[in-house]
């Protein structure tokens, strides 16, 4: 059974453009939430996503955006990135409420 | 405002010994806690879980205990093995009903624990 895949695994962007990152959750699951890692910062909620409604949103700036399909895939999209942008994001499927989450590897995104 | 606190960064422990990893929360909301393990390059892995109505869990040589009065949550492995070493991340979920169904997880910065041979 194949896990949570995000895509890419490593991402060099420059200060100023848009990235988007591209989660595909286990099979059947709907919801995917995303998180942030940055160094000493642990992991910080971005935004979750059911059935293709966010269910919930963490305290980032309105530059951080993500949407769901009807196929439960996700894109999180950052634009004007800034060097603080720099961190392992993190897409997280699971089956049902409660179940617990399945976390994908992550994509690095560096801004130079 | 950090409602989950790992305080110590790193943990050092010899092969067979026990780890104690710990954890405080500051919200009293939370009723439900999981313990990820996290390898460089990698996701988080779930470890254990336990929900506030109980006060220990088991699986195997993981053992996770909550002491609500405390707002306090600790893991221990028991023996340590070199391919425990890893960053181990305590995160806490409120009730997912009154969140309208969210499984937000709130997570502490990690302790880093290295088991020696």
């Known amino acids: 059974k194949a896990g949570v895949t995000q895509t890419p695994r490593y991402l060099i962007k420059t200060r100023g453009q848009q990235v988007t990152l591209s989660c595909s959750p286990i099979?059947?699951?709907?919801?995917v939430s995303w998180y942030q890692q940055t160094p000493g910062q642990g992991l910080q909620f971005l935004f979750e996503?059911?059935?293709?409604?966010?269910?919930n949103k963490g305290n980032f700036p309105g530059r951080f955006s993500g949407r769901q399909f009807s196929n439960s895939r996700s894109e999180m999209n950052v634009s004007t990135l800034e060097l603080g942008d720099s961190a392992l994001y993190l897409c997280?499927?699971?089956?049902?409420?409660?179940?617990?989450?399945?976390f994908g590897s992550g994509t690095r995104l560096t801004v130079v | 405002d950090q409602q989950v606190k790992q305080n110590s960064p790193s943990l050092s422990v010899q092969e067979g010994r026990i780890s104690i990893l710990n954890c405080d929360y500051t919200?009293?909301?939370?009723?439900?806690f999981l313990w990820y393990k996290k390898y460089p390059a990698e996701g988080p892995t779930f470890l254990i879980s336990?929900?506030?109505?109980?006060d220990k869990n088991e699986d195997g040589r993981f053992t996770v205990f909550l002491n609500k009065s405390a707002k306090h949550l600790s893991l221990h492995i028991v023996p340590s093995q070199p391919g425990d070493s890893a960053v181990y991340f305590c995160?806490?979920?409120?009730?997912?009903?009154?969140?309208?169904?969210?499984?937000?997880?709130?997570f502490g910065k990690g302790t880093k624990l290295t088991v020696n041979p």
């Open positions: 997280a499927s699971s089956l049902w409420q409660g179940s617990g989450y399945t």
């Open positions: 099979s059947g699951h709907r919801s």
């Open positions: 996503y059911f059935s293709e409604t966010q269910r």
């Open positions: 919200n009293s909301m939370f009723d439900y």
């Open positions: 336990i929900s506030s109505i109980k």
């Open positions: 995160a806490a979920r409120g009730d997912t009903f009154s969140q309208g169904g969210s499984e937000k997880l709130v």
